[in-house]
């Protein structure tokens, strides 16, 4: 794997979680982790540089794993998309709604499918963070059809 340039125009990219809790079998023992892993791979490979997958040892919202994070293409980010994040990314279906609107262009480019949104997480909290509002705070609070359940801590 090469380093991305940082003026390079960069492609949608699956920020898969495999830290303490994202991708352990002792978690969830139902779950192929290394299959999810490979396949994402093999559909990053398949896409011409379209897409393209990255690992990290923890994401946070470990209460919802497997998290993959789905970040917009260099030109979407520049239209004001941001990444998507997904919890419970457990079995095949999920997998398979990832890579497919990954494939599609992702964040900013295609529409979210309604399935997927299901998946859709608010992002752990900054560092420092004393509250739950603001754009993706929430600590990490599960996000349903609704809208945002729970909430971070306040007031501190």
């Given at each position: 794997m090469r380093p991305l340039d940082a003026r390079a125009e960069r492609p949608c990219t699956l920020v898969v979680c495999r830290g303490c809790c994202c991708g352990d079998p002792r978690k969830n023992p139902g779950t192929d982790h290394a299959g999810q892993l490979a396949?994402?791979?093999?559909?990053?490979?398949?896409?011409?540089?379209?897409?393209?997958?990255?690992?990290?040892?923890?994401?946070?919202?470990?209460?919802?794993?497997?998290?993959?994070v789905v970040q917009p293409t260099t030109e979407a980010r520049r239209r004001g998309a941001r990444a998507a994040w997904f919890g419970w990314a457990l079995d095949d279906t999920a997998t398979d709604e990832v890579i497919a609107w990954a494939e599609a262009g992702g964040p900013g480019i295609a529409p979210l499918p309604a399935t997927l949104d299901l998946h859709r997480i608010d992002p752990p909290a900054p560092a420092g963070s004393a509250g739950a509002g603001g754009d993706g705070g929430g600590g990490g609070k599960a996000k349903g059809r609704t809208g945002r359940r729970g909430g971070g801590r306040r007031g501190r």
């Open positions: 396949r994402l791979r093999e559909a990053a490979a398949a896409s011409g540089g379209r897409l393209a997958v990255r690992t990290s040892d923890c994401l946070g919202p470990c209460a919802q794993a497997n998290v993959i």
